[in-house]
């Protein structure tokens, strides 16, 4: 009697394992890695936009106001996905609280907390009176020769780190410049 309970389990079993190799191995419903590829930038990995999905931008001060408190400062500052309006689909900033840093991100999704990067210098906070975000957009935006960075098409990146503007277009090998936070003099153009 106990072999035909044996052999029925065995072939129970047998079906269960097919069933779940045949689940596991069957077509996937993902899409395409060409359509949602990661592009890594400077510690943060930035999922590209599919095409057909709508662009949300946000400016610097509606991100600053969801992503930070009255008690926070901040000594770093990204916007990606920059566009000559000053605009970005998501703004990242290094924020001091205390004696804790951490990186509150702004985007379509509202505000989130990520790791910080490995290697991003804590420096001093943000100086408040110093180049605003617009005028420095302005200086690349009129900036010629072999640092122009195009702004039209609302790819470039945007960071403020040290004192300095950086402003590159959408790949590493984009034109782009760096300039003073406080002179607003442009410090150099890279390529």
Not at 81 to 110: L, P
Not at 114 to 133: E, F, K, N
Request: proline letters at 4%.
């Amino acid at each position: 009697m106990r072999i035909p309970f044996l052999s029925g389990t065995a072939a129970g079993l047998l079906v269960l394992l097919l069933f779940c190799a045949a689940c596991t191995s069957g077509q996937s419903n993902q899409t395409p890695a060409t359509e949602n590829a990661t592009v890594a930038t400077g510690g943060f990995s930035a999922v590209a936009i599919a095409n057909g999905s709508q662009v949300e931008r946000f400016t610097l001060e509606e991100a600053e106001s969801a992503a930070l408190q009255a008690n926070q400062s901040f000594f770093y500052l990204r916007g990606e996905h920059v566009d000559s309006s000053g605009k970005a689909e998501r703004w990242i900033f290094g924020v001091h609280e205390g004696n804790t840093s951490s990186m509150q991100v702004y985007d379509k999704n509202g505000v989130s907390t990520v790791a910080m990067p490995p290697g991003l210098p804590i420096q001093g906070d943000v100086p408040v009176g110093g180049l605003s975000l617009t005028d420095a957009l302005k200086i690349a935006d009129s900036s010629s020769g072999a640092g122009a960075v195009d702004l039209t098409d609302g790819m470039a990146t945007l960071q403020l780190m040290n004192g300095e503007y950086t402003i590159t277009g959408p790949s590493s090998s984009s034109l782009g410049i760096t300039i003073n936070a406080t002179t607003g003099e442009l410090s150099s153009t890279h390529g």
